[in-house]
Nanobody, 126 residues
Framework: QVQLVESGGGLVQSGGSLRLSCVAS????????LGWFRQAPGKEREEVSC????????FYADSVKGRFTISRDNAKNTVYLQMNSLKPDDTAVYYC???????????????????WGQGTQVTVSS
């Protein structure tokens, strides 16, 4: 069982920046894929970005390419999501997810990931 704890959400003006953190713990937390998802009110949960533990390769949704950057600190077992040029459409609850048997690529769905954090709210005002 992997435990994931997110932090770093908040309220920011359009064009601003936030950095989300996700600390992972557990025997398989250092394997597989670590992803960030978001869910806005009335919408389905969508994948935002993902990073592979094996080789550090990444995936980004088209809506965030060029604005968001995912990274990891293996020593701290932490994954970050740096979010720049934020827009009101980025407003959502952001979730960290992990699965030791996954490899990041396009079209991963929330159902593919076995472990989830509690979520952190990001609100972007116009």
């Amino acid at each position: 069982q992997v435990q994931l704890v997110e932090s770093g959400g908040g309220l920011v003006q359009s064009g601003g920046s936030l950095r989300l953190s996700c600390v992972a713990s557990g025997p398989t937390s250092g394997y597989g894929a670590l992803g960030w998802f978001r869910q806005a009110p009335g919408k389905e949960r969508e994948e935002v970005s993902c990073i592979n533990s094996s080789d550090g390769s990444t995936f980004y949704a088209d809506s965030v390419k060029g604005r968001f950057t995912i990274s990891r600190d293996n020593a701290k077992n932490t994954v970050y999501l740096q979010m720049n040029s934020l827009k009101p459409d980025d407003t959502a609850v952001y979730y960290c997810a992990q699965d030791p048997d996954l490899y990041c690529e396009a079209d991963l769905s929330s159902g593919d990931f076995g472990s989830w954090g509690q979520g952190t709210q990001v609100t972007v005002s116009s």
